[in-house]
T-cell receptor, first 111, second 111 residues
Framework: GAGVSQTPSNKVTEKGKYVELRCDPISGHTALYWYRQSLGQGPEFLIYFQGTGAADDSGLPNDRFFAVRPEGSVSTLKIQRTERGDSAVYLC?????????FGSGTRLTVV | KQEVTQIPAALSVPEGENLVLNCSFTDSAIYNLQWFRQDPGKGLTSLLLIQSSQREQTSGRLNASLDKSSGRSTLYIAASQPGDSATYLCAQASGTYKYIFGTGTRLKVLA
Protein backbone atom coordinates (compact mmCIF):
# COMPACT_ATOMS: atom_id res chain seq x y z
CA GLY A 1 0.00 0.00 0.00
CA ALA A 2 0.89 3.67 -0.12
CA GLY A 3 1.56 3.93 3.59
CA VAL A 4 1.78 1.91 6.78
CA SER A 5 -1.67 0.90 7.94
CA GLN A 6 -2.48 0.03 11.56
CA THR A 7 -5.71 -1.43 12.82
CA PRO A 8 -7.63 -0.82 14.93
CA SER A 9 -6.96 2.87 15.44
CA ASN A 10 -8.42 2.65 18.94
CA LYS A 11 -8.87 -0.30 21.23
CA VAL A 12 -10.42 -0.31 24.69
CA THR A 13 -10.12 -3.56 26.60
CA GLU A 14 -10.64 -4.79 30.11
CA LYS A 15 -7.75 -5.66 32.36
CA GLY A 16 -6.75 -9.28 31.90
CA LYS A 17 -8.02 -9.60 28.33
CA TYR A 18 -6.00 -10.54 25.24
CA VAL A 19 -5.52 -8.07 22.37
CA GLU A 20 -4.04 -8.16 18.89
CA LEU A 21 -2.78 -5.12 17.03
CA ARG A 22 -2.19 -5.31 13.30
CA CYS A 23 0.35 -3.57 11.08
CA ASP A 24 0.37 -3.61 7.29
CA PRO A 25 3.70 -2.14 6.09
CA ILE A 26 4.60 -0.49 2.83
CA SER A 27 4.78 -3.08 0.08
CA GLY A 28 8.34 -4.25 -0.45
CA HIS A 29 9.70 -2.99 2.87
CA THR A 30 11.45 -5.93 4.49
CA ALA A 31 12.16 -4.15 7.77
CA LEU A 32 9.30 -3.64 10.24
CA TYR A 33 9.37 -2.16 13.73
CA TRP A 34 7.04 -1.83 16.67
CA TYR A 35 7.37 1.05 19.12
CA ARG A 36 5.28 2.08 22.11
CA GLN A 37 4.59 5.71 23.01
CA SER A 38 3.27 6.75 26.39
CA LEU A 39 1.72 10.16 26.95
CA GLY A 40 4.30 12.94 26.82
CA GLN A 41 7.13 10.59 25.92
CA GLY A 42 9.00 9.65 22.80
CA PRO A 43 8.42 6.25 21.24
CA GLU A 44 10.26 3.30 22.81
CA PHE A 45 11.53 0.39 20.75
CA LEU A 46 9.78 -2.95 21.16
CA ILE A 47 10.78 -5.28 18.33
CA TYR A 48 12.36 -5.34 14.86
CA PHE A 49 11.63 -7.77 12.05
CA GLN A 50 13.79 -8.38 9.02
CA GLY A 51 11.61 -10.45 6.74
CA THR A 52 9.75 -13.08 8.71
CA GLY A 53 12.11 -13.29 11.65
CA ALA A 54 12.37 -11.14 14.75
CA ALA A 55 15.93 -9.84 14.51
CA ASP A 56 15.71 -8.01 17.82
CA ASP A 57 12.97 -8.37 20.42
CA SER A 58 14.94 -6.84 23.27
CA GLY A 59 12.42 -4.05 23.80
CA LEU A 60 9.46 -6.28 24.61
CA PRO A 61 8.74 -5.51 28.28
CA ASN A 62 7.86 -9.06 29.38
CA ASP A 63 6.58 -12.39 28.15
CA ARG A 64 3.00 -11.14 27.90
CA PHE A 65 4.06 -9.39 24.70
CA PHE A 66 4.66 -11.29 21.47
CA ALA A 67 4.80 -10.33 17.80
CA VAL A 68 4.72 -12.30 14.58
CA ARG A 69 5.22 -11.65 10.90
CA PRO A 70 4.58 -15.06 9.31
CA GLU A 71 4.80 -14.09 5.64
CA GLY A 72 7.20 -11.20 5.86
CA SER A 73 4.52 -8.57 5.34
CA VAL A 74 1.70 -8.02 7.85
CA SER A 75 2.71 -8.13 11.50
CA THR A 76 0.59 -8.68 14.60
CA LEU A 77 1.54 -7.55 18.08
CA LYS A 78 -0.14 -9.71 20.70
CA ILE A 79 -0.58 -8.79 24.35
CA GLN A 80 -1.82 -11.34 26.86
CA ARG A 81 -3.38 -10.61 30.25
CA THR A 82 -3.40 -6.88 29.62
CA GLU A 83 -2.63 -4.52 32.47
CA ARG A 84 -3.51 -0.85 32.91
CA GLY A 85 0.15 0.00 32.46
CA ASP A 86 -0.01 -1.34 28.91
CA SER A 87 -2.15 1.65 27.93
CA ALA A 88 -0.25 3.59 25.28
CA VAL A 89 -0.09 4.26 21.57
CA TYR A 90 1.50 1.37 19.72
CA LEU A 91 3.28 2.52 16.58
CA CYS A 92 4.43 0.41 13.68
CA UNK A 93 6.98 1.51 11.09
CA UNK A 94 8.60 0.03 8.03
CA UNK A 95 11.74 1.20 6.31
CA UNK A 96 13.81 1.19 3.21
CA UNK A 97 17.29 2.64 3.34
CA UNK A 98 16.99 3.63 6.97
CA UNK A 99 14.23 6.17 6.56
CA UNK A 100 11.22 5.17 8.61
CA UNK A 101 7.57 5.46 7.58
CA PHE A 102 5.27 5.24 10.58
CA GLY A 103 1.64 4.29 10.75
CA SER A 104 -0.86 6.38 12.68
CA GLY A 105 -0.75 4.00 15.61
CA THR A 106 -3.21 2.06 17.71
CA ARG A 107 -4.27 3.75 20.92
CA LEU A 108 -4.72 0.98 23.48
CA THR A 109 -6.64 1.73 26.67
CA VAL A 110 -6.85 -0.92 29.35
CA VAL A 111 -9.62 -0.25 31.86
CA LYS B 1 22.28 4.05 29.21
CA GLN B 2 21.86 5.90 25.93
CA GLU B 3 19.75 9.03 26.22
CA VAL B 4 18.41 11.66 23.87
CA THR B 5 17.44 15.03 25.31
CA GLN B 6 15.51 17.78 23.59
CA ILE B 7 15.42 21.41 24.59
CA PRO B 8 13.15 23.30 24.88
CA ALA B 9 10.22 21.06 25.78
CA ALA B 10 7.81 23.62 24.37
CA LEU B 11 8.15 26.71 22.22
CA SER B 12 5.70 29.34 21.05
CA VAL B 13 6.74 31.84 18.36
CA PRO B 14 5.03 34.35 16.08
CA GLU B 15 4.66 33.48 12.43
CA GLY B 16 7.67 34.32 10.29
CA GLU B 17 10.34 33.74 12.92
CA ASN B 18 13.36 31.56 12.32
CA LEU B 19 13.84 29.05 15.11
CA VAL B 20 16.20 26.35 16.34
CA LEU B 21 15.33 23.13 18.12
CA ASN B 22 18.06 21.34 20.02
CA CYS B 23 18.81 17.67 20.50
CA SER B 24 21.66 16.12 22.48
CA PHE B 25 22.65 12.47 22.68
CA THR B 26 25.01 10.51 24.89
CA ASP B 27 26.20 7.81 22.51
CA SER B 28 29.13 9.03 20.41
CA ALA B 29 28.97 5.87 18.25
CA ILE B 30 26.05 7.25 16.33
CA TYR B 31 24.96 5.54 13.10
CA ASN B 32 22.48 8.17 12.00
CA LEU B 33 20.01 10.68 13.37
CA GLN B 34 16.49 11.42 12.21
CA TRP B 35 14.18 14.32 12.90
CA PHE B 36 10.47 13.54 12.94
CA ARG B 37 7.31 15.57 13.12
CA GLN B 38 4.26 14.34 15.05
CA ASP B 39 0.83 15.91 14.78
CA PRO B 40 -1.72 15.30 17.58
CA GLY B 41 -3.19 11.82 17.38
CA LYS B 42 -1.05 10.92 14.40
CA GLY B 43 2.02 8.89 13.66
CA LEU B 44 5.46 10.30 12.99
CA THR B 45 6.64 11.77 9.71
CA SER B 46 10.35 11.60 8.92
CA LEU B 47 11.67 15.04 8.06
CA LEU B 48 15.42 14.63 7.71
CA LEU B 49 17.89 11.76 8.04
CA ILE B 50 21.54 12.56 8.69
CA GLN B 51 24.09 9.77 8.33
CA SER B 52 27.04 9.75 10.71
CA SER B 53 29.37 10.79 7.88
CA GLN B 54 27.30 13.88 7.13
CA ARG B 55 27.20 17.22 8.90
CA GLU B 56 23.85 18.50 7.71
CA GLN B 57 20.80 17.88 5.59
CA THR B 58 18.34 20.33 4.08
CA SER B 59 14.77 20.03 2.89
CA GLY B 60 12.91 23.18 1.95
CA ARG B 61 12.75 25.48 4.99
CA LEU B 62 14.30 22.82 7.23
CA ASN B 63 17.98 22.32 7.93
CA ALA B 64 19.38 19.79 10.36
CA SER B 65 22.98 19.64 11.52
CA LEU B 66 24.92 16.91 13.29
CA ASP B 67 27.98 17.38 15.51
CA LYS B 68 29.10 13.97 16.74
CA SER B 69 31.98 15.32 18.80
CA SER B 70 29.68 17.38 20.98
CA GLY B 71 26.75 14.95 20.80
CA ARG B 72 24.38 17.53 19.39
CA SER B 73 21.97 18.06 16.54
CA THR B 74 19.91 21.10 15.70
CA LEU B 75 16.84 21.53 13.55
CA TYR B 76 16.55 24.97 12.01
CA ILE B 77 13.16 26.07 10.70
CA ALA B 78 13.16 29.18 8.53
CA ALA B 79 10.24 31.57 8.21
CA SER B 80 7.94 29.54 10.49
CA GLN B 81 4.27 29.13 9.56
CA PRO B 82 1.21 28.12 11.62
CA GLY B 83 1.22 24.81 9.72
CA ASP B 84 4.59 24.02 11.31
CA SER B 85 2.87 23.66 14.68
CA ALA B 86 3.52 20.10 15.86
CA THR B 87 5.82 18.10 18.13
CA TYR B 88 9.31 17.60 16.75
CA LEU B 89 11.23 14.50 17.83
CA CYS B 90 14.82 13.62 17.24
CA ALA B 91 15.96 10.03 17.29
CA GLN B 92 19.42 8.52 17.35
CA ALA B 93 20.38 5.17 15.88
CA SER B 94 23.51 3.50 17.21
CA GLY B 95 23.09 0.53 14.89
CA THR B 96 21.34 -0.04 11.62
CA TYR B 97 17.80 -0.13 12.87
CA LYS B 98 16.96 0.74 16.47
CA TYR B 99 16.20 4.34 17.38
CA ILE B 100 16.24 6.05 20.75
CA PHE B 101 13.87 8.99 20.78
CA GLY B 102 13.87 12.19 22.71
CA THR B 103 10.69 13.40 24.40
CA GLY B 104 10.16 16.07 21.76
CA THR B 105 9.68 19.82 21.46
CA ARG B 106 6.08 21.02 21.17
CA LEU B 107 6.09 23.92 18.74
CA LYS B 108 3.28 26.39 18.33
CA VAL B 109 3.51 29.03 15.62
CA LEU B 110 1.07 31.88 16.17
CA ALA B 111 -0.64 33.55 13.22
Amino acid sequence: GAGVSQTPSNKVTEKGKYVELRCDPISGHTALYWYRQSLGQGPEFLIYFQGTGAADDSGLPNDRFFAVRPEGSVSTLKIQRTERGDSAVYLCASSSGGRYTFGSGTRLTVV
Amino acid sequence: KQEVTQIPAALSVPEGENLVLNCSFTDSAIYNLQWFRQDPGKGLTSLLLIQSSQREQTSGRLNASLDKSSGRSTLYIAASQPGDSATYLCAQASGTYKYIFGTGTRLKVLA
